[in-house]
């Protein structure tokens, strides 16, 4: 019988990568954490002893509580936090269990670096449309939740990152950009370890509409369509990010589900 107040590793990779997933709390032991220095995509390091941080951070969002093993650590935080009335869960095995399934990614703790408690920042070029909306999907939803970004001309691009202490991304002779025939997408699926088949089939649709290489994806003339088109009817480029985030979501459950899916008329087409 599963204990109560708990999540499986399959389940909760269900959940991950889609706007349905809760907040993802590690509560890892110091020395537990720098023996294994990876993360569950877009979690939150957080200590276990500061119970009362942890509901200003939640808030009224279902929440999932991991720890090495699943053990006394989560399960007496969760239960603090549901005294508390928040909707908790711990992880059944924890990070040990995560771990031994083949196809969980785990990001590494150094790919991090430029994460602030409150949510890192990072700034590109106005007027985004395919590599610049998906990279901020992908930091949402499998690295930071709490990401902000900024669009800027894109000749202000590095200096309003030096002075806002914001993360250059999809430009020019920066770390987070292109690579040869790549796109900033696999960039940072290769940077946060997050090479499953699913993103990988995502992101070469990607890399086909945002290098114009429409032959690598059948799918890429659509998404660049899409693309130019939500860039027309939204002007203020985080009305067009918001826009694009449902987009993406819609793409990674193809990507993920729906694939092989397709559609004919009539309805009873034999061939």
Known sequence: MPAPNSITS??????????????????????????DPYLIPGSIRHSATDPKGLVTLIGDRPAVVICQKGKKLSQAVVSWLRGEGVQAEFLEGGMFAWRDMSDAPRVPAAALSMLQPEGSLWVTRHRPKID??????????????????????????????????????????????????????????????????????????????????????????????????????????HENLAAGLHLYDALYRWARDGFEEQHDWPTDRKS
């Open 10 to 35: 399959k389940q909760l990779l269900r959940l991950i990568g889609t706007p349905q997933a809760p907040v993802l709390i590690d509560i890892c032991m110091d020395a537990d954490f720098e023996a």
């Open 132 to 237: 610049r909306i998906a990279c901020p999907w992908l930091i949402r939803r499998f690295v930071d939740p709490n990401a902000r970004f900024l669009f800027v001309a894109p000749k202000e691009v590095e200096a309003a990152g030096e002075i806002f202490g914001a993360t250059p991304f999809d430009i020019e002779n920066t770390y987070w950009s292109h690579r040869q025939d790549r796109c900033t997408f696999d960039t940072m699926l290769d940077e946060f370890g997050l090479r499953t088949p699913a993103l990988d089939r995502l992101a070469t649709v990607v890399r086909a509409a945002d290098t114009n290489s429409h032959d690598l994806a059948p799918e890429a003339a659509g998404l660049l369509a899409v693309s130019v088109g939500l860039s027309r009817q939204y002007r203020d480029d």
